[in-house]
Each structure stands twice: as structure tokens, then as C-alpha cells.
């Protein structure tokens, strides 16, 4: 029972609406922003879209943030001065793992 009662939180956690990114309205981007495409793999759920682009977000120079768990794609738009490694360690340390590097993102 005691097990039961530890797996509904998390369960209840990792269920929400299966939007996409690519399903979500975005706002025109800045002038003078760069945007990319990064394969991250381990986001099951809408909540895991949430962790990464939360985390992503705090990063300095982030602009916007969008995550696919069904693409394993999180796509970011910064400016100039944003620090892509300091992006990719903020997934790491949500616990989710950048796949490949950086791509220029078609817009």
C-alpha cells in the first residue's frame, strides 16, 4: 500500500494535456536573437516539458523556451551574449541528457 501511495504523485505528476511545442501559439521573436534546436532525450511527459523549459529559462540571455517531449526537442531563442553551455548544464542537472549539439533552427 505504502508503495501505491508513492507512485500516484508521481504518476499524477506526469499526466496533463499531450500538447507539442510545435502545437503551441509562440510570440515573434526579438531582433537580435538566435534561435536553435537541441535533442534532449529522458522528457516523458508534459511535466518533463515544464522541468527543462524551466530550467532552460533562468539561464541569462534566454529568450524563449519550447520543449517537445514527443520530438525530444527543446527549442531556445537567445541573444548573442546567452552561454549554450550553461543551457545544456541546466538540463543535465534537471535530470535529462542533450543529445548532439546546438542547430540553427529553420524559422
Do not use: H
Not at 534546436?37 to 523556451?65: H, I, R, Y
Not at 527543446?74 to 545544456?88: G, K, N
Request: proline share 5%.
Amino acid at each position: 500500500m505504502r508503495v501505491l501511495l508513492l507512485i500516484i504523485p508521481f504518476f499524477w505528476a506526469c499526466q496533463g494535456p499531450k500538447t507539442s511545442a510545435s502545437q503551441e501559439r509562440t510570440a515573434p521573436e526579438p531582433s537580435g536573437t538566435i534561435s536553435y534546436t537541441l535533442s534532449v532525450e529522458g522528457m516523458t511527459c508534459t511535466g518533463c516539458e515544464n522541468t527543462v523549459k524551466n530550467a532552460v529559462q533562468s539561464v541569462d540571455g534566454v529568450t524563449a523556451v519550447a520543449a517537445s517531449f514527443e520530438d525530444e526537442l527543446v527549442s531556445v531563442s537567445v541573444t548573442e551574449t546567452a552561454d549554450t553551455a550553461a543551457i545544456r548544464q541546466q538540463i543535465i542537472s534537471s535530470g535529462y541528457t542533450p543529445t548532439g549539439g546546438f542547430s540553427l533552427k529553420d524559422n
